[in-house]
């Protein structure tokens, strides 16, 4: 699902530590409803189902809880309601987010893997 053409050199050492560690890759539910809005509407091409993805245990979904929708609502400096939550998450679970949104980076809002 990763075109690591897109990943910066740190970015891409990230991930591989995480497999070499047998970690999953965290990923927020929002990020998994962004996937699925760009996939329908022919922006992204994906090389597995987003059943498959969901079901992999690569993978380690992080719902939205109260405690990430009150963080999110502190992230004013952001202005998407989903970076908001993306970044929230990141926040309230203590994890580094790999990210090349500018915007979440130029916030400051959380540590980021650039």
């Given at each position: ?18 497999v ?49 929708a ?11 309601a ?33």
């Amino acid at each position: 699902m990763i075109d690591s053409a897109k990943l910066s050199k740190p970015q891409l050492r990230a991930l591989e530590d995480s497999v070499r560690r047998h970690e999953p890759f965290v990923v927020s539910l929002i990020t998994l409803l962004e996937i699925a809005l760009l996939s329908s509407d022919g922006r992204l091409k994906l090389t597995q189902s987003l059943d498959a993805i969901q079901a992999s245990p690569a993978f380690r979904l992080l719902p939205l809880t109260s405690e990430i929708a009150l963080e999110a609502g502190n992230l004013g400096i952001l202005r998407d309601a989903a970076d908001r939550v993306i970044a929230a998450t990141a926040r309230v679970h203590r994890l580094r987010l790999v990210t090349s949104d500018q915007r979440t980076i130029d916030s400051n809002t959380v540590t980021v893997v650039e």
